[in-house]
């Protein structure tokens, strides 16, 4: 129950940040996008930039805020996921980012903010 909870929780912070994101001129192409290392949340473009979006949704602040959920390891697997998506679209030289968005919601869950952080992570972030 709690997972279905959460799941509802994250789908709902996701439809948020598409429709911020959309009205700040993102051009969303693909949402919940699986393969066999993880899912990307969203992929959009941003002028000549194709955008893996990482959206984390919180209610209350008693777990920190959302963004603060995008740890070295995610960080590493976005950078792994962005990676594989660009090889199989045969996008290797495309100008690409790494944004995280954070949906803020009350203990309530009204919303209370969404941040957009663009450029949140990088390769050179994760490089071993």
């Not at 959009?44 to 805020?65: H, P, S």
């Not at 594989?84 to 290797?92: C, F, P, S, T, V």
């Not at 803020?104 to 941040?115: D, F, N």
Request: charged share 25%; aromatic share 8%.
């Amino acid at each position: 129950m709690m997972n279905a909870a959460r799941q509802g929780l994250g789908r709902t912070g996701e439809r948020l940040a598409k429709e911020r994101l959309t009205a700040q001129g993102y051009h969303v192409l693909e949402c919940n996008v699986s393969c066999r290392y993880g899912e990307i949340d969203l992929v959009a473009e941003e002028g000549q930039d194709l955008v893996f979006i990482e959206v984390k949704t919180r209610r209350g602040t008693a777990f920190g805020r959302p963004e603060d959920a995008v740890t070295p390891a995610k960080q590493r697997k976005l950078v792994q996921l962005a990676l594989y998506y660009l090889d199989q679209h045969n996008w290797g030289e495309r100008s690409w980012r790494i944004d995280v968005v954070a949906v803020q919601m009350s203990a309530t869950g009204k919303l209370e903010e969404i941040r957009i952080y663009p450029h949140a992570v990088t390769a050179n972030d994760v490089a071993e």
